[in-house]
């Protein structure tokens, strides 16, 4: 078994160790009928907003209108309780969310400890085509919304409110890696830290982006991790191609990793070893500091080639290509435990 230890002693050394684990299931992704993929999202969750998006592509929607389609799934699930509407609160029992939506024009749109709104990633995009801003946050960005006429409701569900009235009895803060996918849980369990990302393109190569989340569950008010910021939960360029990530945010904002997975692909580099490559730079960056931590990141060029890489087993992400087919896969891993 490849230990912890291992892996870190030959990433000091060269920087180029061998990695963990296969890319052969993404390279499945290629083979068949209408190869290359079209949609490409984190977790299990996500093939329920691949086929959102794949469908509003189909019925003549543009990129930016697909993958918001495909953010509203997660946003709107009273089940998950990672994304939107159910998500579990900050420790003083506000549901904050937060978003991003880009294309590969350079436009872009996203808020931060966004309340009362179910649908951050649409507020993202008005921001974007309605301001001459980037980023609205906190109080800025409700009022926002309820001057756009988004309909103003309470987040938190009777679940989430027994879930953060139970964690105050201990107000232990410890996230836990790769909840959403436990067996025991539903997807978005109590402590997930994580979120979806959702990158799209169309054949002639045109990308976009959106990630959207509720944040850590009994996070510090006023936290914003990875997912709203351009350049580390997202970020899409033309021509080159588009990355997301997942997982402990303020690990990916140390390193700008979404937008150095890009710089990496602009280099030459393929979407798969991109992505080994911003996590192999953690790993020696922050050593002990991120043992028991995950970050995960996805990849997606204007050929359809896809990259998905993490910090521990368990990270899934879901793929659909042109034929509409969707499979969800684990991606490789740096740690074997």
Not at 93 to 121: K, S
Not at 246 to 271: D, I, K, Y
Not at 294 to 302: E, I, R, S, Y
């Amino acid at each position: 078994m490849t230990t912890r230890r291992a892996v870190l002693a030959g990433l000091g050394a060269t920087g180029t160790m061998t990695l963990a684990g296969s890319v052969a299931a993404a390279e499945a992704v290629r083979s068949g009928p209408g190869a290359g993929a079209v949609v490409l999202s984190t977790w299990d969750f996500g093939a329920a907003a691949n086929a959102a998006a794949f469908a509003r592509l189909r019925a003549g929607g543009t990129l930016i209108d697909a993958v918001e389609a495909g953010a509203m799934v997660p946003e709107a699930d009273p089940t998950n309780h990672s994304v939107g509407y159910s998500g579990y609160p900050d420790r003083d029992g506000h549901v904050t969310l937060d978003a991003v939506i880009m294309d590969d024009a350079g436009g872009v749109g996203a808020v931060a400890a966004l309340e009362n709104t179910m649908h951050a990633i649409s507020v993202a995009r008005r921001v974007m085509e309605r301001t001459p801003h980037t980023f609205l946050v906190g109080e800025g960005a409700t009022r926002f919304a309820r001057d756009q006429g988004f309909t103003q409701q309470s987040l938190l569900t009777p679940e989430s409110e027994k879930a953060w009235r139970e964690w105050l009895k201990t107000a232990n803060y410890k996230p836990e890696a790769n909840s959403e996918n436990r067996i025991t849980r539903t997807p978005g369990g109590a402590l997930d830290h994580d979120t979806i990302g959702l990158l799209a393109r169309t054949a002639d190569g045109r990308m976009a982006g959106a990630c959207t989340t509720s944040g850590m569950a009994f996070k510090m008010r006023g936290r914003v991790g990875d997912s709203p910021q351009v350049g580390s939960g997202l970020y899409v360029e033309a021509g080159v191609g588009g990355a997301t990530s997942t997982g402990l945010g303020e690990e990916v904002t140390r390193v700008a990793g979404s937008a150095r997975v890009v710089a990496s692909m602009r280099g030459g580099a393929t979407p798969q070893r991109a992505c080994e490559e911003v996590v192999r730079h953690i790993a020696r960056l922050r050593g002990d500091a991120i043992r028991g931590v995950q970050v995960g990141f996805l990849a997606l060029d204007p050929n359809g080639n896809v990259g998905a890489f993490c910090l521990l087993p368990g990270f899934t992400y879901a793929v659909t290509n042109a034929a509409g087919k969707t499979m969800v896969l684990k991606a490789a891993s740096l740690f074997k435990a």
